[in-house]
């Protein structure tokens, strides 16, 4: 079973920026991957999707902000985010989309927090 490891959130200003990274335990490869968050008495949404080959997706709210990017050969997924805002403040966690939802185990997350 793969272990996800995320991390690199902390607590950072309006307009900064943050690199998160997810580790997996084992190959990714071939697998579509994707980002999610969870912002307090929020339900998990999905934030940016990036799939063995071709074209990323992101929703709405972080698109031109956020990037979401992959090493194959680190087995690591990683979402840079600019121009950060308060509403993105949330947990943040990666995991493999398979048949529209996800795939392995959550990891533990990592908090990312917007504020002045």
């Known amino acids: 079973q793969v272990q996800l490891v995320e991390s690199g959130g902390g607590l950072v200003q309006p307009g900064g920026s943050l690199r998160l990274s997810c580790a997996a335990s084992r190959s990714i490869l071939f697998k579509p991957m994707a980002w999610y968050r969870q912002a307090p008495g929020k339900q998990r949404e999905l934030v940016a999707t990036i799939p063995f080959y071709g074209s990323t997706n992101y929703t709405d709210s972080v698109k031109g902000r956020f990037t979401i990017s992959r090493d194959n050969t680190k087995n690591t997924v990683y979402l840079q985010m600019n121009n950060l805002e308060p509403e993105d403040t949330a947990v943040y966690y990666c995991?493999?989309?398979?048949?529209?939802?996800?795939?392995?185990?959550w990891g533990q997350g990592t908090q990312v927090t917007v504020s002045s």
């Open positions: 995991n493999a989309l398979i048949s529209g939802g996800p795939y392995y185990p």
